[in-house]
Each structure stands twice: as C-alpha cells, then as structure tokens.
C-alpha cells in the first residue's frame, strides 16, 4: 500500500529558511517520479518541484527556482524540499505525490497517490 506522509510545515519569517519531508512507505523510490505541490486558501493546486525515479533529475516551477531545492534519501526513502528565502506568498498547505514512472525526467502532473499535506505560513 502506498503511502505517503508530510512534515516539517510550520510559522516562519519572511526571508526563513523550512525543510519539508515526505515519507514514502510501500514502494521504492527508484520506481516513482515524487512531486511537491501546495494549495494557498482561494487558489488552485500548484506543482513546486519533482524528482525523476532514475538519475534524480529535478524540475521547478519558475515561482520557486533558484529559492528551493528539492532531494531524495533512497535509503531512508524520504524525499526533502528544502525551501529557502520564503516569502508570504510561499504560504499554503504542501503536498508531496508519487507517480510510478521510470524515467529520468519528471512532470508536474499526472500524480497518483498523495499525502495528507503540511501547513507552511510565512509571516512576520
């Protein structure tokens, strides 16, 4: 059974730096392109970032390039986005998905199994 879980949200500062995991239980990373994605309040889903299954190849949206990075722990089986310089707009609740895809890119959609999601808040 797939599953996947999110942690790591919480109230920063404007400017503050949040790593946000995403625990994968009942497949192998090596099998599965893994997306982050978030939903602020009155908006519709946006794909942040992904990872491809071989070779962890990344994509990120424009909104967040050069600001956050995303990684994979094929060991523990953890994916991580680490998300510096965050601004108020980077407010939402994030999402990681996982996609059975064996390939060495990744998309922002077409995702079949997802968390329950974290709460980010920047605010002062």
């Known amino acids: 059974q797939v599953q996947l879980v999110e942690s790591g949200g919480r109230l920063v500062q404007p400017g503050g730096s949040l790593r946000l995991s995403c625990a994968a239980s009942?497949?192998?990373?090596?099998?599965?392109?893994i997306g982050w994605f978030r939903q602020a309040p009155g908006k519709e889903r946006e794909g942040v970032a992904c990872?491809?299954?071989?070779?962890?190849?990344?994509y990120y949206a424009d909104s967040v390039k050069g600001r956050f990075t995303i990684s994979r722990d094929n060991v523990k089986n953890v994916v991580y986005l680490q998300m510096n310089s965050l601004k108020p707009e980077d407010t939402a609740v994030y999402y990681c998905a996982a996609m059975r895809a064996t390939s060495r890119t990744c998309v922002l959609w077409g995702y079949d199994y997802w968390g329950q999601g974290t709460q980010v808040s920047v605010s002062s």
């Open positions: 009942g497949f192998t990373l090596d099998l599965y392109a």
């Open positions: 990872i491809s299954s071989i070779s962890g190849n990344v």
